[in-house]
T-cell receptor
């Protein structure tokens, strides 16, 4: 299916375990993003990537690792999950606009609800 | 640094009343600003962007660089406007590309 998909949709894991959230897009968009959505904080950027093998930290990167070996995939790994990482995680993709700025629409996945117990 | 502030967590209005969702930003360069909306059980989606200067679903937003604001307005609220609204900012492309950062969001509740 065309679009951007996240897997799994729901995940329960134990404190200290490693867990990877997957994100796949079919448009070959240059940009990909990971956000977490928490009540009172809105959407906070964890990591972003401007192209394959180019990634950078967002606002709340601690405890997370990303990679982007292929343009279409942008997995997010929690190296040792903590209860504070219980959240809804959203992946998004976008393209660079004609001016070189990122002024085009970002498309979001359906989200992954992660619970760390 | 890029920062977006949405001061209201919840805005509750009656159907037919005007709506203004506030958004202020902090960015030293020329920003690109957006409003995204998340309806119940739907994906987050773009509502409008300042570069397009368009009206979507009756909503408009004007970039005010002097006040560093990008408030979302609608003259007559409808019940189907009830949703979570996020203001977002993207700056100029840098070495690592650029971030797209969001505010904390405002829940709009339109009462009948």
């Amino acid at each position: 299916d065309a679009g951007i998909t996240q897997s799994p949709r729901y995940k329960i894991t134990e404190t200290g375990r490693q867990v990877t959230l997957m994100c796949h897009q079919t448009w070959s968009h240059s940009y990909m993003f990971w956000y977490r959505q928490d009540l009172g904080h809105g959407l906070r950027l964890i990591y972003y990537s401007a192209a394959a093998d180019i990634t950078d930290k967002g606002e709340v990167p601690d405890g997370y690792v990303v990679s982007r070996s292929k343009t279409e995939n942008f997995p997010l790994t929690l190296e040792s999950a903590t209860r504070s990482q219980t959240s809804v995680y959203f992946c998004a993709s976008s393209e660079i606009g004609r001016t070189g700025n990122m002024n085009t629409e970002a498309f979001f996945g359906q989200g992954t609800r992660l619970t760390v117990v | 640094a890029q920062r977006v502030t949405q001061p209201e967590k919840l805005l509750s209005v009656f159907k037919g009343a005007p709506v203004e969702l506030k958004c202020n930003y902090s960015y030293s360069g020329s920003p690109e600003l957006f409003w995204y909306v998340q309806y119940s059980r739907q994906r987050l989606q773009l509502l409008l962007r300042h570069i397009s200067r368009e009206s979507i679903k009756g909503f408009t937003a004007d970039l005010n660089k002097g006040e560093t604001s990008f408030h979302l307005k609608k003259p007559f609220a409808q019940e189907e406007d009830s949703a979570m609204y996020y203001c977002a900012l993207s700056g100029q492309v840098g070495w690592y590309g650029n971030k797209l950062v969001f505010g904390a969001g405002t829940i709009l509740r339109v009462k009948s």
